[in-house]
C-alpha cells in the first residue's frame, strides 16, 4: 500500500530544518529551503520508487535546494569571525545591516545530542568559511554519517573527489564536529550566577564567570570585545541596562545556553532586547554572543513582554 506523502516525509521535517541551517547559517533562509524541499519532494513523489529511503531522498533534494541558494548568497559571519582586531574603548559602536549575519537556532534539551553538537554557534561559523560544497560533503560525512559512496551519490562526485573535498574541510574546520555539548544541568550553578549577576547589572560577578580570552559580541555590530577588563568597559559604559532593570528568560540555541534578554521601559514593561547565547568551558564562559534580531524571540517561544 502506498503511504500519503505527508506521512512519510513529515518525521524527517525537524532534521531537515537542522541541515539547512547549518548549511546557510540562517534560521529564516533555513524555514523558507525546508519548505522549497518538501514542494519539490511532494511533486516528484509519484516517481519515487524507493530505491532509497525516504530520509535518503529528502537530504538529497534538501541539499541541493542548498547549494542552489548558496550560488547567490555570501557567507554568514560573527563579528569574532570578520578577522578585525577587538574593539577598545576608542572605537564607537556602529551597526552593520549590510553584513548577513550568522543566526542563532533553537534547539531543545530533549532532541538527540547529534543534532545539539552539530549545530553549535563555533561549528556553524566555521562551516561558512568553506565552499559550498565542501561544505555539504563535511555535513553528510561527519555529522549524517554518510559513507564516501552514499555522499558521492547524493552530490554527484566520484569518491575520490569526496575524501578531496573533506580532507580539505578537515584543514580549515579543525576538530569542532568533535566538541561537545555543555548540558545547562551540568553548568546550573554558574547559569544561576550568570541570570542573578546580569539582572542586578553587577558587573565585577560577570566577569567574575569569563575566561581569561572571553570573546563579547553582539551582531549586527561588528565590534567584539576580547578579555574579562574591555567587556566591563562596554557593560559599564555602552550596555543601556541598569541595575535590576532587566529580565531573563532561559531557552537553548544552537545546543548551548540561551537567554532571551528583557530591559524595563518607561512605562515599567520588560520588553526584549537581545537573545544571549552563552558558550560555557571548565565551568567558565568563554564567550556571549548577543543578537539584536527581535525577530528572534518568538522563533524560541519567547514572549513579547516578560
Not at 542573578?196 to 575566561?211: L, Q, R, Y
Amino acid at each position: 500500500m502506498t503511504v500519503d506523502f505527508e506521512t512519510a516525509a513529515d518525521p524527517f521535517r525537524r532534521e531537515l530544518l537542522a541541515h539547512c541551517y547549518r548549511m546557510l547559517g540562517s534560521l529564516h533562509d533555513a524555514e523558507d529551503l525546508v519548505q522549497e524541499t518538501y514542494l519539490r519532494a511532494w511533486k516528484s513523489y509519484g516517481k519515487f520508487e524507493g530505491r532509497s529511503s525516504m530520509r535518503t531522498w529528502l537530504y538529497r533534494i534538501a541539499t541541493n535546494v542548498c547549494l542552489t541558494a548558496l550560488d547567490s548568497r555570501t557567507r554568514r559571519p560573527l563579528p569574532f569571525g570578520l578577522g578585525t582586531q577587538s574593539a577598545t574603548e576608542r572605537d564607537p559602536l556602529t551597526e552593520d545591516h549590510e553584513v548577513p549575519w550568522l543566526e542563532p537556532f533553537p534547539t531543545d534539551p530533549a532532541v538527540i545530542v547529534t543534532e545539539r553538537e552539530s549545530t553549535r554557534l563555533a561549528f556553524v561559523a566555521a562551516l561558512q568559511h568553506l565552499p559550498p560544497r565542501q561544505r555539504a560533503v563535511l555535513i553528510l560525512r561527519d555529522v549524517l554519517k554518510l559513507s564516501a559512496a552514499e555522499t558521492a551519490d547524493e552530490l554527484e562526485m566520484t569518491v575520490a573527489a569526496v575524501n578531496s573535498a573533506l580532507q580539505r574541510a578537515h584543514a580549515q574546520v579543525g576538530g569542532l564536529t568533535e566538541e561537545q555539548v555543555v548540558e545547562p544541568a551540568d553548568a546550573k550553578a554558574l547559569l544561576d550566577r550568570w541570570v542573578k549577576a546580569f539582572e542586578a547589572k553587577d558587573i565585577p560577578a560577570i566577569i567574575g564567570m569569563f575566561a581569561e580570552d572571553v570573546v563579547w559580541e553582539m551582531p549586527p555590530f561588528p565590534q567584539w570585545y576580547h578579555g574579562p577588563e574591555m567587556v566591563a568597559w562596554h557593560l559599564a559604559n555602552q550596555c543601556p541596562a541598569v541595575p535590576h532593570g532587566a529580565r531573563m528568560i532561559a531557552v537553548e540555541a544552537n545546543g548551548q545556553p540561551a537567554y532571551g534578554l528583557y530591559l524595563r521601559d518607561d512605562d515599567g514593561a520588560f520588553r526584549p532586547f537581545n537573545l544571549q547565547v552563552l558558550e560555557i568551558a571548565n565551568d567558565r564562559i568563554i564567550r556571549v554572543s548577543s543578537f539584536f534580531d527581535l525577530s528572534l524571540f518568538p522563533r524560541f517561544g519567547l514572549p513579547s513582554t516578560a
